[in-house]
């Protein structure tokens, strides 16, 4: 083999001369990557007559882990991973300018894992045998490998280092997720308590402003808790829906939903409620300060369970079918606090909540619940429904 350090350097060099000389300057600096050592050309120019080059096709096996460690690969181009062979994990991958298999070689113990390559890999094969000839001769070569080794090792640490933090970051998440959803599942249960106790005798007696006030207050007093616990949990505006992307889609879905649900609402109003035979369709006398202020309550309730409550449950559950079972989840859970109302409302509540819990995770977006929340929720009580549905 020419060494390149006889080479031409001039308008006369051949073809093959001009690419054993590329070749010989890639594998100078492929193998000074990521070291600050100072080598003379002359020396990597020797120690690349040691070497031979090699070639991998993506999901070559290099090596099995229990084989005789007898080489080193100095990767010039494509990646390599090296992985445990019993768990399939992965426990690098290793890249242009990296030495794979270097520990073994220099130690002469068998590979601790097996390596392949995950792309077409290009590069040079180091042989112990010759790695040991060449140093015999010029010890500085060790020098050379360990500080590329020490190079590799501080940037896997550097690695390890950022993926331990993110798990202890994911751990102390979903901690406080459930946390924040058992502290959610026994507000529900003071509420409903509260309401079968507290509403349930003002309703007796016909207190249906002081039923109004008391719900808004229990709801702005769980919705405080809440906000304290997101900022806990670290969930952000954008988990619980509030932002601006999709949001014209959002609320169109949002509308365009509603119209049927009015449409059935008018044909049906009459045919399952008799009582309201003979009454106007909308009833003026129904415009109250509740039906003005509902965008409000209809944006809090939404927030409770959609942002908050379902975005818990599909964060804590497991599987591919967790947004679903979020819906259905959270959707049943909030229905049971209508029960103190009548069952019909909760029934309404149930199929109504995963509709928007679908609209809800369809565009990540709360603004189209809202909208079809206060739309649906102000018709009902336009046209008579929501009384009868209070009543039982």
């Keep these: 083999?020419?060494?390149?350090?006889?080479?031409?350097?001039?308008?006369?060099?051949?073809?093959?001369?001009?690419?054993?000389?590329?070749?010989?300057?890639?594998?100078s600096e492929k193998l000074l990557k990521h070291t600050t050592i100072r080598v003379s050309e002359t020396y990597l120019e020797d120690f690349r007559q040691h070497v031979g080059t090699v070639r991998y096709s993506a999901g070559e096996t290099i090596f099995n882990q229990g084989d005789d460690s007898s080489f080193a690969v100095?990767?010039?181009?494509?990646?390599?991973?090296?992985?445990?062979?019993?768990?399939?994990?992965?426990?690098?991958?290793?890249?242009?300018?990296?030495?794979?298999?270097?520990?073994?070689?220099?130690?002469?113990?068998p590979r601790s894992a097996s390596a392949r390559a995950l792309?077409?890999?290009r590069g040079w094969v180091i042989e112990r045998s010759d790695y040991r000839e060449f140093l015999s001769d010029r010890p500085e070569l060790a020098t050379l490998f360990f500080r590329k080794i020490y190079a590799q090792?501080?940037?896997?640490?550097?690695?390890?280092?950022?993926?331990?933090?993110?798990?202890?970051?994911?751990?102390?998440?979903?901690h406080a997720l459930a946390f924040m959803f058992v502290t959610i599942v026994l507000m529900v249960n003071v509420y409903a308590l509260v309401n079968g106790m507290?509403?349930?005798?003002?309703?007796?007696?016909?207190?249906?402003?002081?039923?109004?006030?008391?719900?808004?207050?229990?709801?702005?007093?769980?919705?405080?808790?809440?906000?304290?616990?997101?900022?806990r949990c670290g969930l952000t505006r954008h988990d619980m829906g509030i932002r601006r992307a999709n949001l014209g889609r959002s609320i169109a879905m949002g509308v365009l939903i509603s119209l049927p649900a009015l449409a059935a609402m008018?044909?049906?109003?009459?045919?399952?409620?008799?009582?309201?035979?003979?009454?106007?369709?909308?009833?003026?006398?129904?415009?109250?300060?509740?039906?003005?202020?509902?965008i409000l309550v209809a944006a809090l309730q939404e927030w409770i369970c959609r942002g908050v409550f379902l975005t818990s449950i599909a964060k804590l559950m497991p599987g591919r079918m967790r947004p679903a079972a979020a819906v259905v989840i959270s959707s049943l859970v909030f229905s049971t606090l209508h029960l103190h109302y009548s069952s019909s409302l909760a029934v309404v509540a149930l199929v109504t909540g995963i509709v928007w819990g679908a609209l809800f995770l369809a565009y990540r977006n709360l603004a189209g619940p809202v909208v079809s929340h206060f739309i649906l929720g102000n018709a009902a009580t336009l046209m008579g429904i929501w009384a009868i549905w209070q009543g039982g």
């Design 266 to 294: 008018a044909h049906f109003r009459t045919q399952l409620y008799p009582q309201l035979a003979g009454t106007p369709l909308v009833d003026p006398a129904q415009l109250t300060l509740s039906v003005y202020t509902y």
């Design 119 to 121: 792309s077409p890999v």
């Design 153 to 174: 090792l501080s940037a896997s640490y550097g690695k390890l280092r950022e993926q331990y933090v993110a798990l202890e970051d994911a751990d102390r998440r979903y």
């Design 1 to 27: 083999m020419i060494s390149a350090s006889i080479l031409v350097r001039g308008p006369y060099m051949t073809i093959a001369q001009t690419d054993l000389l590329r070749e010989s300057q890639e594998f």
């Design 74 to 109: 100095l990767i010039a181009s494509g990646e390599i991973e090296v992985f445990a062979p019993d768990s399939g994990d992965t426990l690098s991958v290793a890249g242009d300018g990296a030495l794979i298999g270097e520990l073994g070689m220099i130690s002469g113990d």
């Design 198 to 231: 507290i509403l349930g005798s003002l309703k007796a007696n016909h207190q249906d402003a002081m039923i109004f006030w008391t719900s808004r207050a229990m709801e702005l007093w769980g919705g405080f808790i809440l906000w304290g616990l997101t900022v």
